[in-house]
């Protein structure tokens, strides 16, 4: 049952994310990310094109049949992964400074 809270659109561009992620190296054609999202080749081209205008995913350079993720989301990752790293330096600074009570 779907939650009335839940946009459509918005989770197919969310799944659309996770299922080009791995597919860096090869890319996507339109109709193989809708057979993985189980929606219509219309509607995944449409997805496509929202996911490329926030940046999310780019043609790919050799084929521009086919798409990958974008820069934003290398920038999020890449973001996310320093935070996690500068955090846990800090936590083990904070360690050797206030002792194992942390």
């Known amino acids: 049952m779907k939650s009335p809270d839940l946009s459509t659109t918005m989770q ?8 080009l992620s791995g597919h860096e190296a090869d ?3 339109p109709g193989e990310l809708a057979k993985s999202l189980d929606i219509t080749q ?3 081209t449409a997805v496509i094109k929202n996911l490329i205008h926030a940046g999310f995913a780019e043609r790919c350079p050799w084929d521009q ?17 320093l935070a996690i790293s500068q955090r846990a330096i800090q936590i083990e ?3 050797k400074n206030f002792g194992a009570t942390l």
């Open 12 to 19: 197919r561009g969310l799944n659309a994310i996770k299922a």
């Open 27 to 29: 890319g996507m054609r």
């Open 42 to 44: 219309p509607q995944a």
């Open 65 to 81: 049949s086919k798409v990958r993720l974008g820069p934003t989301m290398i920038t999020l990752a890449n973001s996310a992964q």
């Open 93 to 95: 600074q904070d360690r």
